[in-house]
Every structure is written in structure tokens, then in C-alpha cells.
């Protein structure tokens, strides 16, 4: 399969004559959309059609890293968005719909979507917490929860995604809370978790990342012979309303988000984040 080292290889491919049949105003701006995996080379009707055959219809590249996946699976929803009803998503999710835009309450938090997918906040969102919002829109059928939480493991399809799951998300969440355990509690604070209990976790709270999506997060400090622990529960339903990797995201993004604010509080980054910086 051919290769493409930067926009400009893909670009060479194309008449540069700008039509904008593939929807894109320029080649160029085309070119960059298939070199980041957005597009499919076939999009452009004028482009050869070996050529074409020979990527498979697919993209150039495909994105090397987690984040360039995310991103790339984010720019898919958003064009996905456009063909969605979002008066009645609104009424189906437990959202709003006002002036072309649908929002809903993430982590406490007003978010409003738009019909391109644009995403307005006054939270700083990233592509990992955009992916389960878009996702929630698009695909939720806006089930009430059960009130029966469960281990992430424990949802449907959710065995095999734990172990990224303990890594992008418990895991770095664990970490604040032994290194500052108040900042913790503060972070929940901002992110409206409510106090609950769960057994004899030292830290109990539920958290909404979406309105019909709730999240229990338990902490247990380290005691003689017991090391700390952190688990996040999600509602038995939990995956009715968000499939399974973008609640994996999910999680991610608020991990991200956490440890974003931990570090302007004065906590140093965590190898994780001093790899993605
Ligand atoms: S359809 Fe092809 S030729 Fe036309 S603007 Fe897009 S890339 Fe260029």
C-alpha cells in the first residue's frame, strides 16, 4: 500500500483544480483531511481510479498514535452529527435544544453541540471527552439508569477493554489521590461528585460525565499489608446509552482532565503526560 510521508505526497495525486466536489474548499485542504485519516482518497471523484483502488478506498495513513485515533474518530462523529435530529436527541438524551444547539450537563457542567459537531463549554474538553458526548448523541437511547453500579469489567463487552481502561483512567486517578489526597477531594468538588457509600471505600462519590451515564468513584487508602486502590462503577445499563469504548474514553478524558488541573496545582505530570506532551 502506497505511503505518504506529509499532505504534499497525497496532494501531488490530485489535478489541483480546487472543484471542492469532494467537500473541502482545495485539494490541499483535502490532501490534509485524507493525510490525517478523515477521508477516504476515493472521496475525490477526479483522482485515478488505480490510484484509488490501490489505498482500498481507505486512508493514506492511518493515525499512529491513540491520540491521533481519537482525534480522527472525533472528526468522523461530527460529520456524522450533521444528519442527526438534535431537537429529538435532545428529548430522547434528558437535554436541551435551543438556537440550532443541543446541551446537556457533563460532570456538573453546561456543554452545547451544534450541527457540525462543534463543541462550546466553559469546561476545557478534549477529543477524548468530545468522542463519548458525539457518541452519546448520536447512538444513546437515552435508557434511565438501573441504580445497579458495576465494575467496568462487568458491562457488557467490558472484559476485554480493562486493562486499557485500568491504564488510562484508574490507574492516573489512583495516582493523585496518593500523592494529594485533599486536591483530590477538591477536583471531585469541581466536577460535581456527590458524597455516597460503598462498603468501607474511604472515598465514595457518583459523578454525571453524561446526564444518563452516572459513574461511582471509590477510593481506599493504603492501609498495614493493603496497598491503595481506586475503581470506577458505571450503572448496569451504562452501555445502552454509550458503547463500550467511548465509555473507555470516557474515562480517559477525564483522567486527562484531572491530572491537567492537578499539574497547575502544583502536582508534577505524570509519565503519561510528560509522553504525550
Ligand atoms: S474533488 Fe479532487 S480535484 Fe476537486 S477539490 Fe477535491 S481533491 Fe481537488
Redesign the pocket.
Known amino acids: 500500500m502506497p505511503q505518504a510521508r506529509s499532505p504534499m505526497d497525497i496532494l501531488k495525486l490530485?489535478?489541483?483544480?480546487?472543484?471542492?466536489?469532494?467537500?473541502?474548499?482545495?485539494?490541499l485542504a483535502?490532501?490534509a483531511a485524507v493525510f490525517k485519516g478523515r477521508k477516504p482518497i476515493s472521496?475525490?471523484?477526479?483522482?485515478d481510479k488505480e490510484l484509488a483502488e490501490a489505498f482500498g478506498g481507505q486512508p493514506v495513513e492511518q493515525p499512529r498514535t491513540s491520540e491521533q485515533e481519537i482525534e480522527a474518530f472525533m472528526h468522523r462523529l461530527q460529520e456524522k452529527i450533521s444528519g442527526v435530529d438534535l431537537a429529538a436527541a435532545a428529548d430522547r438524551l434528558g437535554a436541551k435544544y435551543e438556537n440550532g444547539r443541543l446541551t446537556l450537563k457533563v460532570l456538573g457542567k453546561n456543554v452545547s453541540v451544534d450541527a457540525d459537531g462543534k463543541l462550546y463549554s466553559d469546561i476545557h474538553t478534549n477529543p477524548w471527552i468530545a468522542v463519548p458526548i458525539l457518541t452519546y448523541i448520536i447512538d444513546g437511547a437515552g435508557k434511565p439508569p438501573s441504580g445497579q453500579l458495576v465494575p467496568f469489567r462487568e458491562l457488557k463487552n467490558g472484559g476485554p477493554g480493562y486493562g486499557l481502561f485500568r491504564q488510562r483512567c484508574e490507574k492516573p486517578l489512583k495516582k493523585i489521590a496518593d500523592t494529594d489526597i485533599e486536591l483530590f477531594t477538591n477536583l471531585l468538588d469541581i466536577f460535581n461528585a456527590r458524597p455516597t457509600e460503598h462498603l468501607d471505600a474511604d472515598i465514595a462519590r457518583v459523578m454525571h460525565p453524561l446526564p444518563r451515564v452516572p459513574m461511582m468513584i471509590c477510593y481506599w487508602k493504603a492501609e498495614e499489608g493493603f496497598d491503595s486502590n481506586l475503581q470506577l462503577y458505571f450503572d448496569k445499563v451504562a452501555d445502552e446509552n454509550l458503547n463500550v469504548q467511548s465509555i473507555n474514553a470516557m474515562g480517559a478524558g477525564i483522567a486527562r482532565m484531572f491530572e491537567k488541573l492537578a499539574e497547575k496545582h502544583g502536582l508534577p505530570q505524570s509519565e503519561a503526560e510528560r509522553q504525550r506532551a
Not at 490530485?14 to 485539494?27: A, H, I, L, Y
Not at 472521496?43 to 483522482?47: A, G, L
Open positions: 490530485f489535478d489541483k483544480s480546487n472543484c471542492r466536489q469532494c467537500n473541502e474548499p482545495t485539494c483535502f490532501a472521496d475525490c471523484p477526479r483522482v
